[in-house]
């Protein structure tokens, strides 16, 4: 799962009388991604199409138009058929015909719609305004203004204005009718005024009726239209379901012609002769070549030419060691496609690697680490039963409701965090945020304590110096992968300075801190957490490297940056990022404590918190049965302190109140374990691991085929 899936180059020459024979055979088996021939052979050319190709691409094109215009879901037709060239001869054009007719009438109406509907908004103002249409116009000793503006600020500039011997303004809810008589000789005296006065004037309609009856003649013309719409889009509904299951069909029919017709361009030829290749899974080589013999026998001669194969310097060789010659043994110098060979589990975190780019070839595919490490981060981070259940439902509806490759690959990272979630909950003896599946399963006393309590503050530092265990486990892998990469395609000397460097640097400071020699310098934790005693999280009895191995810890440390300095001197001053990168994965410990303190105080508001004991011996319980007071006995100890006393222990208004704060709340802790723990996860894989060997940029494998759906084969 490391490797992509082996693959060789498949090459078929011929005589061009039985090309289109071996284009059908290699369609049929739909496993060859073709090379494109790049003009490098004396005396060949790229291949013409077949003269059905046009043809065949004008039907293709009617029927995804008529497609289109049917509005045809692929997903809601579910039979095929087989589709003859009398068929598409007969029935395609009187399609056609009806849906382009059916169409254009609908383009007209849908036109005559929106000029109606205009009319509509602009006659509508006119209504509550009580005037006529005809009365607002046409008028010889009368100036008049239709609009929109501010009726005092009009009738100041009217007051203000020379020539106005009288004015009159109507005003509906959201236009204005200004009518003006002017002095003799005092045209265009209206307008003047309007010029400094807050006014936008409007088209009047064009109707001798009033506005009221104009607006019912536009709505009544408006419903007749949109009736006459609707008996189109009805008659073509009628077409779409007469005629999906034959459109679907034909249009993979006509996929499949032009991809044969079409397929020459990619050969080399000359006038008698064709030569094409392409890339193939080298497990299939056998049955392709096979079934081409036997198919056309001595006619055509099948080689594989290349197996994507690398020496140290990268360069591809064949089966047999030699290497691939320049300058023509294949028509094509295209790189090897990528085929993931991830089983189902794995597959779905392909969708992760990929949105920073599909693996190239030559590098190891981290898929399948990804599968192993992600939903372990997300689950530690998160770690709460009842949060998992939620993400775990969430990823089976993704997967199980959508056909979508990439809502079902989701759907299955989902399902897989929120079962790593589920374990750390019971780890942690979590249910959103309270404690009973520790009282339950651990009788309370689980074996890993997040460290909100102060009875438990031990485990914050605990869980800061596992983030940097993990680190150590995440980087290296990374890096050991790196330098094998190095080894294979730029040999030792580069694997060495390029990656074992950074392995020595960091594994040699790391062991360096956790060693005893300057340990009063140092972190108490480090040496306390997997110690025995009070302060020990785990107790393995560990309590830090002597000092000859912290020595020995620094001289690894000098080393790599010795390596590194001999194959890139201007890194040399990136050394101490053996050091940051590895406590960039407290980010764990961190996102960790956010969440349980959001879920924390989502409760403490709804069930309120009792406290028994003080300072590092306080223990904080939820008060899910009843609400305490100081001095009660909460399981053999006394209640010193009430830290809430909880929405639930109030009234009804408090209750109803707490139920919403209860469940928002959780909602809120829910999407933000996306936002934080699966974004910071993401994080940490794509920078901090894939940055040690993983450039992606790998090419799609496309195969030369078509898996029909809809349609079969005469």
Same mark, same amino acid.
């Given at each position: 799962?490391?490797?992509?899936k ?8 011929g005589?061009k ?27 060949f050319e790229?291949?013409d ?21 049917l ?21 395609l ?11 254009d009438?609908r ?8 000029g ?17 249409l005809?009365l607002?116009s ?11 503006g501010?009726?005092d600020s ?7 204005a ?10 509906g809810?959201?236009?204005l009718a ?8 005092a045209?265009?005296?209206?307008d003047?005024?309007?010029v400094g006065?807050?006014?936008?004037s ?6 001798e ?7 019912? #003649? ?10 006459e ?8 509904g009628?077409?779409?379901r007469?005629n ?19 397929a020459?361009?990619?050969f ?14 080298t #497990? #299939?080589?056998e ?22 194969a690398f ?10 060691g030699?290497?691939?010659?320049d ?16 089983n189902?589990l794995?597959q779905?975190?392909e ?12 590098e190891?595919d ?6 192993l ?6 689950g ?17 509806f ?12 989701m759907g ?5 965090a ?8 019971f780890?942690?003896g979590?249910i ?12 309370g ?10 009875e ?11 983030s ?15 330098f094998?990469e190095?080894?294979q395609?730029h ?5 060495v300075?390029e990656?074992?460097?950074?392995i ?8 360096f ?5 300057f ?6 934790f ?5 110690d025995?005693?009070?302060k020990a999280?785990?107790?393995?009895g ?13 001289g690894?440390?000098l080393l ?13 001053v ?7 990168n ?22 403490l508001f ?13 223990s ?7 609400a ?7 399981h ?6 009430i830290l ?7 009234g ?12 928002l ?18 994080r940490?894989e ?6 040690k060997?993983?450039d ?6 496309e195969?030369?085929?078509?898996e029909r ?6």
């Amino acid at each position: 799962m490391l490797r992509p899936k082996r693959m060789s180059k498949l090459s078929v020459a011929g005589s061009k009388r039985v090309m289109g024979s071996a284009i059908e055979v290699v369609h049929d088996a739909n496993v060859l991604d073709v090379s494109e021939y790049d003009g490098s052979w004396d005396g060949f050319e790229p291949g013409d199409p077949e003269a059905a190709a046009e043809q065949a691409s004008e039907k293709l094109v009617t029927v995804r138009s008529i497609k289109s215009m049917l509005d045809i879901d692929d997903a809601s037709v579910e039979s095929s058929r087989t589709i003859s060239e009398a068929d598409l001869a007969e029935t395609l054009p009187e399609i056609r015909d009806r849906v382009n007719e059916l169409d254009d009438e609908r383009d007209a109406l849908r036109n005559e719609l929106r000029g109606v509907q205009e009319r509509l908004d602009a006659a509508r103002p006119f209504v509550d305004l009580g005037i006529d249409l005809n009365l607002l116009s046409g008028y010889d000793s009368l100036e008049v203004a239709v609009g929109q503006g501010d009726r005092d600020s009009i009738e100041r500039e009217l007051l203000d204005a020379d020539g106005v011997r009288q004015y009159e303004i109507f005003a509906g809810d959201d236009v204005l009718a200004v009518f003006v008589y002017p002095s003799e000789h005092a045209d265009g005296v209206l307008d003047d005024a309007l010029v400094g006065a807050a006014f936008t004037s409007i088209d009047v309609p064009d109707a001798e009726v009033a506005p009221e009856s104009y607006v019912r #003649e536009l709505e009544s013309e408006k419903d007749r239209i949109e009736s006459e719409i609707a008996e189109v889009e009805a008659e073509l509904g009628e077409l779409e379901r007469e005629n999906a299951e034959f459109l679907l069909a034909a249009e993979e029919h006509l996929a499949v012609q032009v991809q044969k017709a079409e397929a020459p361009l990619s050969f080399a030829t000359t006038k008698n002769t064709f030569v094409a290749e392409g890339w193939i899974p080298t #497990e #299939e080589y056998e049955g392709v070549s096979a079934a081409l013999k036997d198919e056309l026998g001595d006619r055509v001669e099948v080689e594989e030419v290349e197996r994507a194969a690398f020496k140290s310097d990268g360069e591809a060789v064949h089966e047999s060691g030699e290497a691939v010659a320049d300058g023509g043994t294949t028509i094509g110098k295209d790189e090897p496609p990528v085929v993931q060979d991830n089983n189902g589990l794995v597959q779905p975190f392909e969708v992760l690697v990929e949105a920073i780019g599909r693996p190239n070839y030559e590098e190891f595919d981290p898929t399948a680490l990804l599968f192993l490490t992600f939903p372990v981060f997300f689950g530690f981070m998160i770690g709460d039963v009842g949060y998992g259940l939620v993400y775990t439902a969430i990823g089976g509806f993704l997967y199980t409701q959508y056909d979508s490759p990439g809502f079902k690959s989701m759907g299955g990272v989902t399902i897989a965090a929120g079962l790593a979630t589920i374990v750390f909950g019971f780890l942690y003896g979590e249910i959103f945020g309270l404690h009973t599946v520790s009282e339950v399963v651990w009788g309370g006393h689980a074996p890993l304590h997040k460290g909100l309590i102060p009875e438990y503050s031990y485990w914050v530092p605990a869980w800061i110096l596992v983030s940097a265990m993990a680190a150590l486990v995440h980087l290296n892998l990374g890096y050991v992968l790196g330098f094998f990469e190095e080894l294979q395609f730029h040999g030792i000397e580069e694997a060495v300075t390029e990656k074992l460097s950074w392995i020595f640097a960091m594994n040699g400071l790391w062991i360096f801190i956790a060693s005893k020699w300057f340990q009063g310098s140092k972190p108490e934790f480090i040496f306390t957490v997997f110690d025995s005693g009070p302060k020990a999280a785990f107790e393995l009895g560990f309590s830090g490297f002597p000092v000859i191995v912290g020595q020995v810890g620094i001289g690894l440390f000098l080393l790599g940056a010795v390596l590194l300095f001999l194959g890139a001197p201007a890194e040399v001053v990136e050394i101490f990022d053996a050091l940051v990168n590895v406590l960039s994965y407290a980010r764990l410990a961190a996102v960790l404590l956010a969440k349980a303190g959001m879920a924390f105080a989502v409760n403490l508001f709804f069930f309120g918190v009792a406290v028994t004991g003080e300072g590092e011996e306080a223990s904080w319980h939820f008060m899910t049965g009843h609400a305490y007071e100081v001095g009660d006995m909460y399981h053999g100890h006394e209640v010193t302190e009430i830290l809430f006393g909880g929405l639930m222990h109030g009234g009804v208004a408090s209750l109803v109140g707490g139920i919403l704060v209860l469940v928002l709340g959780h909602m809120l802790v829910l999407a933000l374990g996306v936002t934080s723990a699966g974004l910071q996860a993401v994080r940490l894989e794509y920078y901090e691991f894939f940055s040690k060997f993983f450039d992606g940029g790998g090419r799609e494998y496309e195969p030369f085929g078509y898996e029909r759906v809809h349609s079969r084969e005469e």
